[in-house]
T-cell receptor
Framework: ELKVEQNPLFLSMQEGKNYTIYCNYS?????LYWYRQDPGKSLESLFVLLSNGAVKQEGRLMASLDTKARLSTLHITAAVHDLSATYFCAVDTSQGGSEKLVFGKGTKLTVNP | KAGVTQTPRYLIKTRGQQVTLSCSPISGHRSVSWYQQTPGQGLQFLFEYFSETQRNKGNFPGRFSGRQFSNSRSEMNVSTLELGDSALYLC??????????????FGQGTRLTVV
């Protein structure tokens, strides 16, 4: 059974600082997704990583995927308060054309002024 | 373009009752997936429908069921509700499903409270 582990689960950081969230998964997959969730809200897609070595950047967030190490990272550069949210990684375990995402527990990020 | 619409947004039910939740995907999207989100278990996959067929199912008891209509709208049903079914139920739509390099868009969710 596929397991997806994120760490840290809670992250409190100061504005302007950098930090990385890690997402490890237990079986082979070449598709990984990062989502953001604000309190009481739904999931917003941030990045779709589809191959080994994929790197995507949007604003202060950059995501990468290493399928050999079964590791994805979400790097935050010069954090601002607006980035406070819970971030989830999800691994695609689909077979035969169907889709099934297995999510990590999420990292609750708080950016303090 | 309209997003994924879930109705109702909030629901309170009593143990033993049944409930039906609805999800209208983005126009043109044919895949609808359902997820349950709880503080203890996190986000868990329930099932996925494509062209009115269930293609994949998660590890949930048979009390959880779903269907998809010809217009791609989907419903999920939970019978004999238990307190532990209290959760945020999210549906996601995608054009063909993740395997075809498409992105999934999530609805706002239905918050179900079982008392």
């Amino acid at each position: 059974e596929l397991k997806v582990e994120q760490n840290p689960l809670f992250l409190s950081m100061q504005e302007g600082k950098n930090y990385t969230i890690y997402c490890n998964y237990s079986t082979t997959s070449d598709r990984l997704y990062w989502y953001r969730q604000d309190p009481g809200k739904s999931l917003e897609s941030l990045f779709v990583l589809l191959s080994n070595g994929a790197v995507k950047q949007e604003g202060r967030l950059m995501a990468s995927l290493d399928t050999k190490a079964r590791l994805s990272t979400l790097h935050i550069t010069a954090a601002v308060h607006d980035l406070s949210a819970t971030y989830f990684c999800a691994v695609d375990t689909s077979q035969g054309g169907s889709e099934k995402l297995v999510f990590g527990k999420g990292t609750k990020l708080t950016v303090n002024p | 373009k309209a997003g994924v619409t879930q109705t109702p947004r909030y629901l309170i039910k009593t143990r033993g009752q049944q409930v039906t939740l609805s999800c209208s995907p983005i126009s043109g999207h044919r895949s609808v997936s359902w997820y349950q989100q709880t503080p203890g278990q996190g986000l868990q996959f329930l099932f996925e429908y494509f062209s009115e067929t269930q293609r994949n199912k998660g590890n949930f008891p048979g009390r959880f069921s779903g269907r998809q209509f010809s217009n791609s709208r989907s419903e999920m049903n939970v019978s004999t509700l238990e307190l532990g079914d209290s959760a945020l139920y999210l549906c996601a739509s995608s054009r063909m499903g993740h395997r075809i390099n498409t992105e999934a868009f999530f609805g706002q969710g239905t918050r179900l409270t079982v008392v």
